[in-house]
Structure formats: C-alpha cells, structure tokens
C-alpha cells in the first residue's frame, strides 16, 4: 500500500507542474497586467508604470519570470500578491474553511439526494417516478450553476425571502450556494446509481436473496445497494474536484467567502501569484481528494488488491 501511494504522488507531480505552467502563460496572454489595473485609473504616466513594473519585476522576459516563480514554489513559496502584499499561502489558507464548507455541504447533497433517486428509480424502473427523475436528472445536468444560483436567489431571497441571497457563516447563507454547486452532481449521482443498481438487482445472488423470502428492504438494502455504491465512491473523487472549480462560480454568484472569490479577485486585477497559488492549491486538493477515494475503494471491495 504505501508503495502504491509514493508511486501516485510521484505521478501527481507532472500534473501539478503541467497545470502550473499552463495558468501561467495563460494568464500573460490576457491584455494588461497588475500595473495597468493599478495605475491606469490615477493617470499615471507610462514612465510611473514603467518603473512600478520594474520594481514587481513584470518587466522581465516571460520565461524568465516562469523559471524564477517554479523555483520558489519547488520550495514551498507561491510569493506574496501584488496588491494586498501578504504571503499567498496565508490568503488561501484563510479563505479555505469557507470553500470546504461549501465544497462538503455540496457532496454531501449530491451523495443522500442522489442515491435515494437512483434508488427509488431502478426499483420502480419504468414507472412515472423512474421516467420523472431521469427527466429531473436530464436537466439537472444541462442547467449552469450560475443561472440556477440566480433563479434559486429570484425564488426563494427575493420572492419568498425565506433564506438570504448571500454572505458567509450561517446554515441559511449556505443552503443555496450548497444547492446551486450540486445539482448538476445530484443528477449524475442519480443516474449513476439508477444504472448500477438495474444491473446489481439482475445478478443471480440477488435473484437468489429474493428467493429465499428476504424482505425487499433486506435485498435491496444488504445485498443490492452495497455493491452498487462501488462505482459511486470513484465519482465522489472525481467530482470533488469539479465542485472546487465550480465554486469558484457560485461564489462569485452569492458573494460568498472563499477561494473562488480569491482567484476571481486576482484574475481582475491580474494578480498573478495569487491566481498561480489558488489553482496550484486546488490542484493538489483534487490530486489528494482522488487518491484517498482509490484507498476507500479497496477497503470497500475486497476483490480488488493495490500491488506493492
């Protein structure tokens, strides 16, 4: 086993690298950096900028820049932000119990309300329930979160006003972003689960359990169920990092707290050690978050055994 998992991180690190140096360059591609957000709007002359830019070191060539911010961060050191001075690393982690609250509520949704649709719909397999939440499961997936954020804030802040439109602390400020970044993970819950347990009943050892008088409950339940969450626990990690990216979307939309508000907030205003360290991190969260789910995923099938 822990062979096995020095054998994942070493392969995690090309892919932390490769994602680094893709967000770099990308964001010297967009028109304008920190200076231009920071002096363009004081009518600063071009020789004001000029030497500010020389001073953050933005005048140096591009891959020189790479190399120097690689470096440091081989190290541990993602640098400090342009605008607010203080180290990235202390800003993300400052921002980081907001995101995971967000981020945990979200899957936990996703994980209790899809597998009771998926449940309900493969043992009531063509009926109205079954054809209504592939139906819901259909939309689910093809809805953007930032326009259900929007109508969730229309129906249930403005109209109803039973739960506030933003903010960040209480459980009502956390329902709708929670609900808004897991739908679309509820409706591919759904049909996961749906298609694993319509598979899993037609097996004969559940055939046999049916026989034998076992209760539906038991048969679903013990023999059924169990085995057709297997797949589930690899979409858990997979999605977990799908919902970090997509937070950074709900909480822009609901003005939440967080890491999404953090990268959103440097990529205005071309702060690019903070942008470079909010995705890094994200990055490593996503690596970790699927390797401990490869570990779960053994515990949980016994038939499958990691070679050391």
């Given amino acids: 086993m822990l062979a096995y998992l020095r054998r994942r991180v070493v392969l995690s690190i090309p892919v932390i690298f490769g994602l680094a140096t893709l967000v770099f360059f990308l964001m010297h591609l967009l028109p304008g950096d920190a200076v231009t957000v920071m002096l363009t709007s004081y009518g ?3 020789e004001e900028q000029a030497k500010l830019r020389h001073n953050l070191g933005l005048d140096r060539p591009v891959f020189i820049q790479y190399l120097d911010y690689m470096g440091n961060a081989v190290r541990g050191d993602f640098g400090r932000s342009l605008f607010s001075h203080q180290p990235v690393t202390q800003q993300i982690l400052q921002q980081l119990p907001a995101t995971l609250q967000l981020t945990a509520t979200s899957m936990l949704f996703a994980i209790i309300v899809g597998v009771l649709i998926g449940v309900f719909a493969a043992v009531r397999q063509n009926s109205a329930i079954d054809r209504l939440s592939m139906f819901l499961s259909l939309v689910g997936v093809s809805m953007p979160g930032f326009w259900l954020g929007i109508m969730l804030i229309l129906l249930f802040s403005l109209k109803l006003e039973w739960l506030p439109a933003s ?23 759904a049909r996961l689960v749906r298609g694993s347990m319509l ?20 048969v679903i339940g013990r023999h059924a169920l169990t085995n057709a969450l297997i797949p589930v626990v690899t979409f858990i990690g997979i999605q977990f990092g799908g919902l970090l990216g997509g937070a950074i979307i709900v909480e822009t939309v609901f003005g939440r707290q967080g890491i999404g508000q953090l990268a959103v907030g440097a990529i205005q205003k071309r702060d690019m050690p903070l942008v470079e360290g909010t995705v890094i991190f994200v990055g490593i969260v996503t690596v970790l978050a699927n390797l401990a789910v490869d570990v779960l995923y053994v515990a949980i099938d016994p038939r499958i055994r990691i070679d050391s």
Avoid at 167 to 189: C, D, E, K, R
Avoid at 199 to 213: H, N, P, S
Wanted: no cysteine.
């Fill in 44 to 46: 600063a002359s071009g």
């Fill in 167 to 189: 903010g960040t602390g209480s459980v009502q400020q956390l329902v709708l972003p929670a609900l808004a970044l897991s739908f679309s993970s509820i409706a591919v819950m």
């Fill in 199 to 218: 598979e899993i009943l037609r097996q004969d050892y559940v055939v046999t359990a049916r026989a034998k008088g076992l209760l539906p409950r038991d």
